[in-house]
């Protein structure tokens, strides 16, 4: 690993992002900022009026950072892969999710290849962002960018760089995380440093693309292991009648060895859920399990259902499931965002409402919510819609919940993010993982 110098010149080159959402908005924004002329590519019409307009559809960015950068000239927003032919870099920001049978999906990524590979030309740049298994850059999206004769390190320059991004953080904009950098070759490398150079703080190169690959996989599955053993104590001391949260205060007081992580109802986005499960994939390739990943896998996909029985269990007998109403509060899957990806929402509602539970949902933030094949509208958070609910279960802990006015007429609460602590109200309040 190595940290380098970088020669800066006066002529900022052009970068296209494919991709315009999570990670490619912010990313063509900083960009824009740094001086750089910037191609926005998406092939979501939506998302390139909505630009136009000014406008923000990602709660972390405002509509006057978009309108900033229009008034600037600096960025421009089309769906025509046409415009790669203007950029000397071209980064790829597009969806890496999971099939239908929980095996990597890169249907987005071989689309963008192919685009781009008819299209690249000698000199530019092309960097992957979208996490992805170790080899995905040389094995996936190099055959793709070589198809017209061109040759990887000598005519184009290939690498990975994996996103950072962690949507709803205000502690750190994206130019102070540390950006890794990679190439297929050392020419590659030393191109893409360069470009990511003048845009972050500091900048990071690793030995190869499976390297930086891995070290964005390494830490989802750092997250992904140790909030799965979290939800496990908390399903532990539920059972024991001691408080979870109580016991996560107290270890933290120890200044080395022990890196708080707290319960929730399973995790949710595009990465951590997702990333360690392509690790897996790719492991079983080579004829190995991976048993951590395996085992926090399992515990992850119990959550909702563990969730629900508690809530079952807290209303019976008077309460059968098929008479009960429930409301969620929350579908995002963390606070103060507007995704719902692989959020455990979903999920818990579909179980409650194949026992015959009636569910209603309220996120300030989401107003629909896809549940199997249903598509659910969010409902006012009103103290009538309060009172009907014979629980309300707490799911995201946005900033703006009005816990109070929760506490003061709910009747039931399950409280999944410990956003009851310390108040007082006339609801009863059973804590995830508390007494």
């Not at 909505?50 to 960015?61: A, E, F, V």
Request: contains cysteine; aromatic residues 8%.
């Amino acid at each position: 690993m190595l940290e380098q110098e970088h020669s800066d010149t006066s002529e900022f080159p052009t970068v296209a992002v494919v991709g315009l959402g999570y990670v490619g908005l912010p990313l063509s924004l900083l960009f824009a900022r740094k001086g750089f002329q910037v191609i926005g590519i998406d092939l979501d019409r939506s998302k390139i009026e909505t630009l136009r307009k000014g406008r923000s559809y990602i709660p972390d960015i405002p509509d006057d950072a978009v309108q900033s950068v229009l008034n600037s000239a600096r960025f421009t927003q089309t769906d025509n892969y046409d415009a790669i032919d203007h950029a000397d870099t071209i980064i790829l920001c597009v969806p890496t999710p999971l099939s239908a049978a929980h095996t990597p999906d890169l249907q987005f990524l071989k689309l963008a290849g192919e685009e781009i590979g008819r299209r690249v030309k000698p000199g530019q740049i092309i960097v992957l962002e979208s996490s992805t298994y170790p080899g995905t850059t040389t094995e996936i999206l190099m055959p793709l960018l070589e198809q017209t004769g061109l040759s990887v390190g000598n005519d184009i320059f290939l690498g990975f760089s994996p996103e950072r991004v962690d949507p709803g953080n205000k502690q750190y904009s994206i130019e102070q995380i540390t950006k890794i950098v990679s190439g297929v070759t050392s020419a590659c490398k030393n191109k893409i440093y360069e470009v990511y150079s003048r845009a972050f703080d500091k900048v990071i190169t690793v030995s190869s693309t499976e390297a930086a690959e891995m070290t964005k996989l390494l830490e989802n599955c750092y997250r992904f292991v140790n909030i799965s053993l979290i939800n496990e104590m908390a399903m532990i001391c539920d059972r024991l009648d001691i408080d979870v949260w109580e016991i996560i205060e107290a270890a933290a007081t120890k200044p080395f060895g022990f890196s708080a992580f707290y319960p929730g109802p399973g995790v949710g986005g595009h990465c951590i859920p997702v990333d360690p499960i392509y690790l897996q994939w790719k492991m079983k390739q080579y004829g190995m399990d991976a048993m951590f990943i395996e085992l926090s896998n399992n515990i992850n996909q119990m959550m909702p259902s563990y969730i629900v029985q508690q809530i079952q269990s807290a209303l019976a007998p008077d309460k059968p499931m098929k008479d009960a109403n429930i409301l969620v509060y929350g579908a995002a899957y963390k606070k103060d965002i507007n995704d719902a990806r692989e959020t455990s929402a979903s999920e818990i509602i579909y179980l409650f409402k194949k026992l015959g539970a009636h569910v209603v949902y309220h996120d300030p933030y989401v107003p629909s919510l896809l549940v199997k094949e249903e598509r659910m509208i969010g409902v006012e958070l009103s103290e009538a819609a309060l009172q009907r609910a014979d629980c309300v279960l707490i799911l995201t802990d946005h900033s703006c919940i009005p816990m109070q006015q929760i506490m003061d007429h709910a009747r039931l609460i399950y409280d999944t993010r410990n956003v009851t602590k310390g108040m007082k109200g006339k609801a009863k309040v059973i804590r995830l993982g508390g007494k």
